[in-house]
């Protein structure tokens, strides 16, 4: 149990200073941008599909730009926006607690100041790092500092129109239908926001429901109790998930994967410098690859603590180099056969992670198949084909979609997508690390594209202009 100090009064002077600092660097602070209306119906600027802390970050940065006709959905209530109370299973952070992101800057807003108003100094310089429901607990507090609400709302279809708008569906929390309208749409949905988590057919088809999660579903480990669980994966999820299960009380875990060996070296601390994370998205095609090919291929490894949450327990068995030959269900009980033997389990979660595949998204349903993908536009030498990395769309260096053929989809310039599918074209993955570089490149895209496409009003508004800073009345009167 952390030992908290007077929180209240120090959130609140801390608060203050918040306010105190945006205002200080709030200059120019003249609303700008055009408002626009479709029969009577107001139009906004940009709805972000997503109130995470990417979601968060962007209409942030947005509002400093002073772009405030924002929307932000997300189709979860607001205190369970991300993952972080619901599927992410890890104690902490797997990130070093020194990142920064969210604040954008601003010293009074970082994760450091928030948690040592509430826990003390000494507190901040004795953690290793920051605990998963702790960071979930600061990203409502920047939220609500900063005065960004979300709406309840599942998009279900992005429309475009005919004059250049977009029409976003969504099914309101209560089930009610909504209809928005807006210039730009950003999707910050998060690591399956271009794509759909992955269980492999082999185990979908041959499982009943009720037998089998993913990792990123909702599991009730308690029901797990005394049962013996098979986990598929080695990545860094399936630990975690495996770990819940040793601690919920399972018989035993056993955890599968066709690797031979564990990742050790992990390649996104390699990453985490800010000449790669800014400038990534200018490199040419052929090096953007090359970086992304080393990177997937590296592997990520599970953290050292989540490894020994499971190493920890005497009745927890890694199987490696064991890939599933095949799966069955008899009596009840899953019967799975593998290179080191057939093993029987009341329960499998599969940490099969996720799948890149437009289609499957239904918000992109109507053009998924007008956007590019890299496999579209880049055609690497031999030897260095990845059909993985061929499947993500290929972005602007601003997160907007493109068209495989030119000119023929222009509303997909008013699409923006902060997933991890951005990672091949601009290194930033819907993760922290690289929030506070992505989210700059991203608003800036917004702001220009609103900035260019109401020139001319800005133009007239110039002409028009006739606010008097001098008065020589004094000095004219004396001359007479």
């Given at each position: 149990m952390l030992a908290t100090t007077d929180t209240d009064s120090d959130l609140r002077q801390l608060e203050r200073r918040v306010r105190f600092e945006l205002d200080c660097l709030g200059y120019p602070t003249r609303p700008w941008v055009v408002p626009r209306s479709r029969n009577g119906t107001a139009v906004h600027d940009v709805i972000i599909v997503g109130g995470g802390q990417s979601g968060i970050a962007i209409a942030f940065r947005l509002l400093r730009e002073r772009i405030s006709n924002v929307r932000v959905l997300d189709r979860n209530p607001p205190d369970l926006a991300g993952p972080w109370r619901r599927f992410a299973r890890m104690h902490t952070l797997r990130t070093p607690k020194n990142v920064t992101g969210p604040d954008l800057g601003i010293p009074s807003l970082s994760a450091r100041a928030w948690w040592q108003a509430r826990f003390g100094e000494s507190s901040w310089q004795q953690l290793g790092k920051i605990p998963r429901e702790r960071w979930h607990d600061y990203l409502l507090w920047v939220k609500n500092t900063i005065g960004i609400a979300s709406s309840e709302a599942e998009v279900t279809d992005i429309e475009p129109l005919d004059d250049g708008l977009l029409a976003v569906h969504a099914t309101k929390g209560d089930g009610?239908?909504?209809?928005?309208?807006?210039?730009?749409?950003?999707?910050?949905?998060?690591?399956?926001?271009?794509?759909?988590?992955?269980?492999?057919?082999?185990?979908?088809?041959?499982?009943?429901?009720?037998?089998?999660?993913?990792?990123?579903?909702?599991?009730?480990?308690?029901?797990?109790?005394?049962?013996?669980?098979?986990?598929?994966?080695?990545?860094?999820?399936?630990?975690?998930?495996?770990?819940?299960?040793?601690?919920?009380?399972?018989?035993?875990?056993?955890?599968?994967?066709?690797?031979?060996?564990?990742?050790?070296?992990?390649?996104?601390?390699?990453?985490?410098?800010?000449?790669?994370?800014?400038?990534?998205?200018?490199?040419?095609?052929?090096?953007?690859?090359?970086?992304?090919?080393?990177?997937?291929?590296?592997?990520?490894?599970?953290?050292?603590?989540?490894?020994?949450?499971?190493?920890?327990?005497?009745?927890?068995?890694?199987?490696?180099?064991?890939?599933?030959?095949?799966?069955?269900?008899?009596?009840?009980?899953?019967?799975?056969?593998?290179?080191?033997?057939?093993?029987?389990?009341?329960?499998?979660?599969?940490?099969?992670?996720?799948?890149?595949?437009?289609a499957t998204r239904p918000e992109l349903a109507r053009f998924h198949d007008r956007i590019a993908r890299w496999s579209d536009l880049y055609q690497p030498p031999a030897g260095e084909q990845h059909a993985a990395l061929g499947a993500y769309p290929y972005l602007s260096p601003s997160f907007q979609f493109t068209a495989k053929a030119p000119g023929s989809a222009p509303y997909l310039a008013n699409i923006f997508s902060y997933t991890f599918a951005a990672m091949p074209s601009l290194a930033c993955s819907a993760g922290i690390s690289a929030l506070k570089f992505g989210v700059e490149r991203i608003v800036t895209g917004i702001s220009r594209g609103l900035f260019v496409e109401d020139a001319d009003v800005h133009l007239q508004s110039l002409r028009d202009y006739a606010e008097r800073e001098l008065d020589v009345t004094a000095l004219t009167t004396r001359g007479n």
């Open positions: 009610t239908a909504e209809r928005y309208l807006t210039r730009n749409v950003v999707l910050a949905t998060g690591i399956e926001g271009s794509g759909h988590w992955f269980v492999p057919s082999m185990i979908a088809d041959a499982l009943p429901r009720h037998a089998y999660a993913h990792t990123a579903d909702a599991i009730d480990f308690t029901a797990l109790r005394g049962k013996t669980v098979a986990v598929i994966g080695a990545g860094a999820s399936a630990f975690d998930n495996a770990a819940m299960a040793l601690e919920s009380g399972a018989a035993s875990v056993d955890l599968l994967a066709r690797r031979r060996q564990l990742p050790t070296i992990n390649p996104n601390r390699w990453m985490e410098f800010a000449g790669f994370l800014r400038h990534f998205g200018d490199l040419d095609d052929a090096r953007k690859w090359r970086f992304m090919q080393l990177i997937f291929e590296m592997n990520q490894p599970p953290p050292q603590d989540t490894f020994d949450r499971c190493s920890r327990h005497a009745n927890f068995l890694m199987r490696l180099g064991c890939p599933l030959q095949g799966v069955d269900f008899v009596d009840g009980r899953i019967l799975l056969t593998h290179p080191q033997g057939p093993g029987a389990f009341d329960f499998l979660i599969a940490g099969t992670g996720f799948a890149v595949d437009l």
